[in-house]
C-alpha cells in the first residue's frame, strides 16, 4: 500500500531560509554537521547527526511537517509519515 503524503501539496509558495546557519546552533556556538530547513517557516536546524537536532526539536515543537536538506541534495522528509521524497 502506498500512501501519498499530503503535506508536500502546500509547497505553493518558495520558502526562503530565515537564517544562514542552524538558529538555536549559532546561538549556543555549537558545530553542525548539516542542515535542514522546515517548509512550513523557512526555520533552519541542524540534522540528527549534529548535537542539537534541531530539525527535529523544531518538528516536535511546532509540528510543521517537513524538512529539505539545505545543501547537498534535493531531497525532502515528511516527518508525519515517515519518508523520503
Ligand atoms: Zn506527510
Ligand atoms: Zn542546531
Ligand atoms: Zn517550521
Redesign the pocket.
Known sequence: MTKKCEHLSDEKHEVVPKTKG?E??EREY?P?VALRMCLTCGHV??CDS?I?K?ATKHHLETGHPVIKALQESTWRWCYVHEEYY
Open positions: 542552524c538555536e546552533c555549537l553542525t536546524g541542524c549534529s542539537g534541531h
